[in-house]
């Protein structure tokens, strides 16, 4: 049984019904801090990951005292820096989940006391950690009865690495294998909407109990916006989250065992962690194949059909407004069409779930030079397999998809213009 001891009050506000403690387990030759958002008549103990993010760790504190002063009781931990660990995907990646089955050690102690459910919140790409957290104390604990009922799973990045644009995504080792309810949480407007079905079904491969719940209006991190100032939509789902959040725990432990599962396969952790190259470097598809439909209007109510385009190499570009990478790209990619539009490039860009308003008023602010067509539901960037903006894909003249790149670089820098220039020079 791991070490704990309590530090002392951590975080006091004006409100004697809002307060967290400090609680620290030892962890190796490290030690993990929990932050206990406590509330004694809550009948659930959430676990929460703090994000990979650390300018998202305030915005997520007033959350979860949020949730305290509604009823529900939270523990927090920020794994990665309580380890010191870079916070990036890559050291998510990395962490096998024994750092995660310590915390909740400490939560099952303290159930086996009053009885709280316990289940495992986490976003993102801390989601795969959780999911190796509770197989990890799972396989710690497999004859014991336990108080765990499940994981809830806000728009979870479940994949090995960094999928490839316009090629099939490969799950994370833990999504074949996992024997837990799940309950994912999937905004609107997310990223990876259109791939709920898929992950859905790889985690019920064990006989999982495994739903999802679409959460309309709203984008990934909804209730930590990286703007600065939340939209209608979003404020009202941030208020309706510990609602959210106690009906999934209700719907878990319905189906929750009392104990944990006794066959348990190992988790491979040999899969490539994706590195960021210094030069970017066009991905190429090694199989020719067309490229995929991409008919709509324009935000200025023009109609677009990627048809019309047949004879040109274009780069077709997915991208948001409020994604950074997308807006620093905009520049060199007007510089790249000046220079070699008259050789027959074209640009046509994709905008993710934004209004024709939105894109109005932002050009007004930063041009572009070609068109944009508007993905009101996400659907085109499904078809395509976008799985991060901006995601640019590169077809030839015959229609047909020769390279596509999932980050944001400035176009017109001789590594990305070569394979431009050759393409142009085809003349079949």
């Known amino acids: 049984m ?3 001891f309590f530090v002392g009050i951590f975080l006091s506000l004006t409100s004697a019904q809002l307060w967290a403690d400090e609680l620290v387990v030892a962890y190796k030759n490290e030690e993990l801090t929990i932050e206990r958002y406590q509330n004694a008549d809550s009948a659930w103990r959430f676990v929460w990951l703090h994000s990979q993010y650390d300018r998202l760790l305030e915005w997520e504190r007033p959350l979860l005292m949020q949730l305290q002063q509604s009823g529900v009781e939270v523990w927090a931990t920020d794994i990665l820096g309580s380890l010191f660990l870079t916070r990036s995907s890559a050291s998510v990646r990395q962490l096998s989940g024994e750092a995660v089955a310590a915390v909740l050690e400490i939560a099952q102690q303290a159930s086996n006391e009053d009885g709280k459910g316990i289940v495992v919140l986490a976003s993102d790409r801390m989601a795969g950690l959780a999911l190796k957290g509770v197989r990890a104390w799972q396989q710690q604990n497999v004859s014991e009865p336990t108080n765990f009922k499940g994981s809830i799973l806000l728009f979870p990045n479940l994949y090995a690495n960094t999928p490839l644009a316009g090629e099939a995504p490969n799950w994370d080792a833990v999504v074949e294998v996992n024997q837990a309810p799940v309950m994912i949480l999937q905004p609107e407007q997310g990223v990876h909407r259109w791939y709920l079905a898929d992950l859905s079904t ?4 064990q006989q999982a109990a495994v739903y999802s719940w679409v959460l309309p209006g ?3 991190y909804f209730f930590n916006p990286f703007a600065k100032q939340r939209t209608e ?5 941030t208020a309706q989250l510990p609602t959210i959040f106690q009906l999934s725990a209700q719907r878990l432990a319905a189906y929750a065992a009392s104990h944990h599962p006794a066959q348990l396969a190992q988790i491979q952790n040999d899969q ?3 590195v960021h190259r210094t030069l970017p470097k066009l991905h190429e598809f090694s199989a020719l194949k067309p490229a995929p439909g991409l008919v709509g209007k324009t935000f200025d109510e023009q109609a677009l059909d990627l048809a019309y385009y047949k004879g040109k190499v274009v780069l077709v570009n997915f991208w948001a407004t409020w994604c950074p990478p997308c807006v620093t790209e905009i520049p060199s990619m007007n510089r790249l069409l000046a220079k070699y539009q008259a050789q027959g490039l074209e640009i046509v860009s994709v905008d993710f779930q934004q209004s024709a308003t939105d894109i109005a008023t932002f050009v007004k602010r930063v041009p572009v030079d070609y068109p944009i067509v508007l993905d009101h539901d996400g659907r085109l960037s499904k078809q395509w397999g976008v799985f991060s903006f901006p995601t640019t894909f590169v077809v030839d003249r015959q229609g047909r998809l020769r390279y596509s790149l999932n980050q944001g670089v400035e176009w017109d820098v001789p590594e ?4 431009l220039r050759a393409l142009l020079a085809e003349t079949d």
């Open 2 to 4: 791991r070490r704990w």
């Open 416 to 419: 990305l213009e070569a394979p």
């Open 218 to 220: 709203v984008k990934d």
């Open 233 to 237: 939509p979003e404020n009202v789902m």
């Open 272 to 274: 490539a962690v994706n």
């Open 202 to 205: 790889q985690l019920a491969q």
